[in-house]
């Protein structure tokens, strides 16, 4: 369903992205792991069509995704869970989560829009009086959940989380996991996470691709990544300082 064929991309003389090749089936979760600045999010930001590569294709569907044409209607088939929950302090709970439900191509009648956002504040275990709150009167997983529900808001197709369940404790990150894997499987959403944490990889993936050096170094079910027998991958996965990856230290 998405596909990045030798996918380049430079910031001046820094080469992110070498060739990468990447396909992710439709309904399938992959997750994307690998040190910090080897362009993770970049790779996400090239599907959406934030970033333009200078070489190499990505397609949705088989659509090049550089060549949409409507960019509301093709943006309107991502969700998305940034790295700080990235809520509006100043718009009530029910307003984050319905925020694209009530502009754009997905607009929806006002009432309709904060049903939506009270039902899918149930489904990641938030009761309806947190809707008329305001984000910062709730803890930090409690916001978490709540930009999962804006995450789901519109059914979106396909859902990019970015680092889930940093700045959580490790309890409230299972949880998060966990939420994040039924969901998904719940609506049969095609998603691409990006994260440091091996509890998310092995709770959230189907697949995982490991990018190195501008490329992706390793791909294949999460159930063979301790078998991989990839010394970048076997130092990523079990979090050691020594091993071919450099570390700054
Ligand atoms: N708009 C930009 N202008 C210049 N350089 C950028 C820009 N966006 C990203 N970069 C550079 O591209 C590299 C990859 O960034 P990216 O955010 O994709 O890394 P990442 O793998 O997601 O890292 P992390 O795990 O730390 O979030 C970094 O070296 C970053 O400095």
């Known amino acids: 369903m998405i596909t990045l064929s030798d996918v380049h991309k430079s910031f001046g003389d820094n080469h992110v992205l070498r060739g990468v090749d990447l396909h992710v089936p439709r309904g399938t979760s992959t997750v994307i792991i690998g040190g910090s ?9 090239t599907v959406l069509g934030l970033v333009t590569p200078e070489r190499g294709t990505i397609t949705v569907d088989g659509q090049d995704v550089t060549k949409t044409g409507d960019r509301d209607a093709f943006l309107a088939r991502f969700g998305m869970l940034f790295q700080a929950a990235a809520l509006f302090d100043s718009l009530p709970v029910w307003q984050n989560v319905a925020f694209r439900l009530m502009r754009g191509s997905l607009k929806r009648p006002r009432d309709e829009a904060r049903e939506i956002a009270i039902e899918k504040l149930r489904r990641v275990g938030l009761t309806p009086d947190v809707a ?3 984000p910062a009167e709730l803890s930090g997983g409690m916001q978490k959940r709540v930009g999962l ?7 979106p ?5 970015d680092e889930p369940t940093t700045g959580l404790d ?10 994040i894997r039924e969901i998904v499987t719940e609506m049969g959403a095609t998603t ?3 994260t440091h944490d091996m509890t998310s990889v092995r709770t959230i993936a189907d697949n995982v691709a ?3 050096g501008g490329k992706i170094r390793w791909t294949g079910p999460v159930a063979d990544i301790d078998a991989a027998h990839d010394p970048y991958v076997d130092q990523f996965i079990n979090g050691r300082a020594e091993g071919p990856i450099e570390t700054v230290r």
């Open 149 to 155: 529900a804006r995450a789901i808001a519109a059914d």
């Open 192 to 194: 691409m996470t990006i």
């Open 170 to 179: 490790p309890i409230m990150a299972g949880v998060i996991n966990d939420l």
């Open 157 to 161: 197709e396909i859902i990019f989380f």
């Open 210 to 212: 490991m990018l190195h």
């Open 37 to 45: 600045g080897t362009g993770k999010s970049i790779c996400i930001k």
């Open 132 to 134: 008329d709150r305001l």
